[in-house]
């Protein structure tokens, strides 16, 4: 069973995920720590919901990739920097559209305008609305509906990066 698989089993599960998740990042952060920090590529994730952020972090950082978290669009532009080679963005936040907000702040600021970005939201679902990228209106690499797999995430990933 690959850990993927595990992950998705025990999900449903909270307190156990949250332990398990526990574990499976400090087996995971032993097994990265011999990595160089300078050849590994930075990722921002940014969601509101706590458990998102913990299953991207760790697939993420089991593929070798340094993750920064953030759970609101605030706390994503103030950590936000040139050293991030790509960001998860999810819309729905504090408010519906936050993650749009954060888009077009993201892309009208010079030293970060040309970060990738990928949207990764269940809003479409929850709003009945369907959006994709768009240069002008949502200017991001993908737009991806929640849920998504794992390795299909980090494929996507590694187009941009």
């Known amino acids: 069973?690959?850990?993927?698989?595990?992950?998705?089993?025990?999900?449903?599960?909270?307190?156990?995920?949250?332990?398990?998740?526990?574990?499976?990042?400090?087996?995971?952060?032993?097994?990265?720590?011999s990595k160089s920090a300078m050849t590994r590529q930075r990722i921002l994730v940014v969601d509101d919901e706590k458990d998102i952020c913990d299953i991207l972090q760790f697939n993420l950082e089991n593929d070798?990739?340094?993750?920064?978290?953030?759970?609101?669009?605030?706390?994503?532009?103030?950590k936000l920097?040139?050293?991030?080679?790509?960001?998860?963005?999810?819309v729905m936040m504090a408010t519906w559209d936050e993650g749009f907000e954060v888009v077009q702040k993201i892309r009208n600021n010079?030293?970060?305008?040309?970060?990738?970005?990928?949207?990764?939201?269940?809003?479409?679902?929850?709003?009945?609305?369907?959006?994709?990228?768009?240069?002008?209106?949502l200017p991001v690499e993908e737009f991806i509906e929640k849920p998504v797999m794992p390795g299909t995430l980090l494929n996507i990933i590694k187009k941009y990066i």
Request: aromatic share 6%; charged share 25%; hydrophobic share 40%.
């Open 1 to 33: 069973m690959t850990i993927d698989a595990q992950i998705a089993i025990i999900a449903p599960l909270k307190k156990t995920y949250y332990i398990c998740m526990r574990e499976l990042l400090e087996i995971k952060h032993k097994r990265n720590s």
């Open 64 to 78: 070798g990739y340094i993750v920064d978290v953030a759970y609101s669009g605030e706390e994503a532009l103030d």
């Open 81 to 90: 920097d040139p050293q991030h080679s790509l960001i998860i963005l999810d």
């Open 110 to 137: 010079p030293k970060l305008a040309a970060t990738p970005i990928i949207m990764l939201t269940a809003v479409s679902q929850q709003m009945g609305i369907r959006y994709d990228k768009d240069k002008e209106t």
